[in-house]
């Protein structure tokens, strides 16, 4: 009875801090991603990261009063024109920044929305140089696209490769704009160039296989979203290619290990984060990230079924820390305030590598990950790193 008594007083005196964290002023942090489309598996792991930021800093204070983080999520269906309705919906929610998206092509179509609304964005894995340029109040974190399209070009040339067949999406600004990236750097390096686009929908790629093997590929360049890439890393195993297949960032999937596990076949990507990385912020993230994975089965789904931590993941780790940084900076939880002191915000903790903006916003970044799809252990092995000083 007197253990009893004791616990009834233990939650008594528990309850006016319970009421204290229930009553403090909420801001709100837009997260703007795809969680169904062609890009709902990448987007998924982009929010977890978020997720995973959130529940250890749930509160954050700005200009001396603590408030609570409240994040919105929206699915812009990995859809240009719908992800103009999502960034709409985040506006109209009152969100002092957003983060997002996974998709350059849903950035930048949510980008003309946050402008009109001079609300800031801070993208996480956008890598299209025009999410940045076309948007005044765009941001980002992550490296561009022709800084990867001439890590994979680079790459391919170390492999020995001398004729590369290009295949990306009609219309997908990600893979074309990547894949015209790679192309000019391989060309450069003295190497050529056969590209081809495929229509939106496509199920069969044996034409396509078949198109690289005929015209002498030694590699296959194939950026595009991994309901895709599933296909043709099938596809092509099935109809025993020589050659590499080589991607960018979107491929660094647990789709991807799934489609190539116990295949002949060779698969390279170009990424943002080593989860091996033994530096001390990213190792803590990499521990507590997969601890807090494998306490809830739904999140470990939304991971791929595994905990295997995505590049993505640690950019949305990243982003949500370099937003709550902004709201400290601009002593405000107005939007205009926040973008304001976005281009001087210096988060030097991140476990991506420290996050400073240029004059048009973009990461101070100049560091790749290539690494390869183990296709025994189901994981990614880490080749090389690259930078541009080493182009």
């Not at 998709?103 to 956008?126: D, N, R, T, W, Y």
């Not at 296959?220 to 195993?237: E, K, R």
């Not at 109809?239 to 960032?249: C, E, I, Q, T």
Request: proline residues 3%.
């Amino acid at each position: 009875m007197k253990k009893l008594i004791a616990i009834v007083l233990v939650l008594m005196m528990a309850l006016p801090a319970l009421a204290l964290a229930d009553d403090l002023p909420v801001v709100k942090i837009g997260v703007f991603e795809p969680s169904s489309g062609d890009n709902g598996a990448g987007g998924k792991q982009e929010v977890l990261g978020v997720e995973y930021a959130h529940s250890l800093r749930p509160t954050v204070t700005v200009g001396g009063t603590e408030y609570q983080v409240q994040l919105v999520n929206v699915d812009n269906q990995s859809d240009s024109s719908k992800a103009v309705t999502a960034a709409q919906e985040l506006v109209s929610a009152g969100v002092s920044v957003v983060l997002g998206s996974y998709g350059s092509g849903a950035s930048m179509a949510g980008g003309e929305v946050f402008e009109a609304s001079q609300v800031p964005a801070i993208g996480l894995s956008c890598t299209n140089p025009s999410v940045t340029t076309l948007c005044e109040y765009y941001w980002r974190i992550c490296f561009l696209d022709p800084f990867q399209g001439s890590v994979m070009a680079n790459f391919a040339e170390s492999l020995g490769c001398k004729n590369a067949y290009v295949l990306t999406m009609l219309g997908e600004d990600y893979g074309n704009g990547l894949g015209h990236y790679f192309s000019d750097a391989f060309q450069a390096l003295g190497g050529t160039v056969q590209a081809e686009t495929f229509p939106e929908g496509t199920s069969d790629f044996t034409a396509y296989i078949n198109n690289a093997i005929n015209a002498g590929a030694d590699v296959v360049f194939a950026p595009c979203a991994t309901t895709y890439a599933s296909l043709i890393i099938d596809q092509a195993a099935s109809l025993n290619v020589a050659f590499p297949l080589l991607a960018g960032d979107t491929w660094e999937s647990s789709v991807i290990l799934e489609a190539a596990q116990g295949k002949n076949i060779d698969v390279y990507v170009s990424t943002f984060f080593d989860e091996n990385d033994d530096a001390g912020a990213a190792a803590a993230f990499v521990t507590g990230f997969k601890a807090w994975l494998n306490e809830n089965a739904d999140k470990l789904t939304n991971n791929g079924g595994n905990d295997i931590v995505a590049a993505v993941s640690a950019l949305g780790f990243d982003g949500y820390n370099v937003a709550l940084t902004a709201l400290e900076a601009a002593g405000s939880i107005e939007p205009q305030a926040i973008a304001d002191v976005l281009p001087s915000v210096v988060y030097a903790d991140a476990v991506t590598g420290s996050i400073s903006f240029d004059d048009i916003g973009d990461a101070n970044k100049d560091m790749a990950y290539v690494k390869h799809a183990n296709t025994e252990t189901g994981a990614f092995d880490f080749v090389k790193t690259q930078t541009v000083a080493g182009l």
